[in-house]
């Protein structure tokens, strides 16, 4: 990224110099043609959002082996969903890609090596959240993968990805809005399929409680440790996939950065909707 381009972007950027990140609970793809409480605090944050020249979505829905971002210039939209209405496959979301700032980030991170890739590219983690946030699909859109090559819920794994993330601060300072895209709680093997707007089991309440006070405090140490946090844990966060995202959207909190909720809720049951800004 050459000197010019770097200025524009310091223009276009909030005071503090740094845009903000978010950790949004996707949910089901239902979402993408809805109009409930949680889409329409999408579309309420992408309009008091300062305007980012790029986004990269870390995606609980591309697992590797090995970390991976996507380089392509025009990223396929994929529809990595099955059972759905007709109507959720039709829906398009054109952005384009930012190669660039993928590659950015390979030469920047020193835990992992960082591989660009031309094969993936959006998933509903991103582009079930973008289409209500950024409906005419004007800004470039990256992913990265979260490695799961070792699908462990022992702290020092979980670490490794908190450390991973913590050295992709800088993309908030050129610009780029850096999305955690998952849920807090999710638990397919408990979903209400019947009903979107089904009572919550207690155990994900619990959780999610918990959660939120830890936020709130700043105790990433618990966040990482979760499985500390009471017997509703193993329920809650069954597996990793949709848990590390928020991982990923704390470890680039710094010291200045606030934490507010742009969405408290649950859907089906079992998968909590909380989603939050942090700067």
Not at 122 to 144: N, T
Not at 198 to 216: G, H, R
Not at 218 to 224: M, P, S, T
């Amino acid at each position: 990224m050459d000197d010019m381009m770097q200025r524009e972007i310091d223009k276009d950027l909030p005071e503090n110099g740094k845009m903000p990140v978010l950790f949004i609970g996707h949910g089901s793809p239902m979402n993408i043609l809805l109009k409930n409480s949680y889409t329409e605090s999408l579309v309420s944050l992408g309009k008091s959002l300062p305007r980012p020249k790029a986004i990269m979505v870390v995606s609980a829905h591309w697992l590797t082996n090995g970390t991976y971002v996507t380089c392509n210039e025009k990223p396929r939209l994929i529809y990595d969903f099955y059972g759905f209405p007709r109507e959720l496959y039709q829906v398009k979301y054109p952005s384009s890609g930012s190669s660039d700032l993928a590659r950015f980030i390979s030469e920047k991170v020193l835990k992992a090596r960082v591989k660009c890739s031309n094969e993936w590219g959006l998933d509903h983690a991103s582009w079930a959240v973008l289409k209500h946030m950024y409906p005419h699909a004007d800004i470039p859109v990256f992913e990265m993968s979260l490695d799961y090559s070792f699908n462990s819920w022992h702290p020092k794994m979980i670490q490794y990805h908190y450390d991973l993330a913590s050295e992709l601060g800088d993309l908030r300072r050129k610009g780029v809005l850096i999305i955690g895209s998952g849920n807090i709680v999710h638990n397919l093997g408990m979903l209400d399929f019947r009903n979107i707007d089904a009572k919550p089991f207690d155990w994900a309440v619990e959780f999610d409680e918990k959660v939120k006070y830890n936020l709130l405090s700043g105790n990433h140490r618990d966040l990482i440790e979760y499985r500390n946090m009471g017997r509703t844990a193993p329920f809650a966060v069954p597996t990793l996939d949709h848990y590390l995202p928020m991982i990923y959207a704390i470890a680039l909190q710094e010291k200045d950065d606030q934490l507010e909720f742009v969405h408290e809720g649950f859907q089906y049951g079992s998968v909590s909707m909380r989603s939050f800004r942090i700067g």
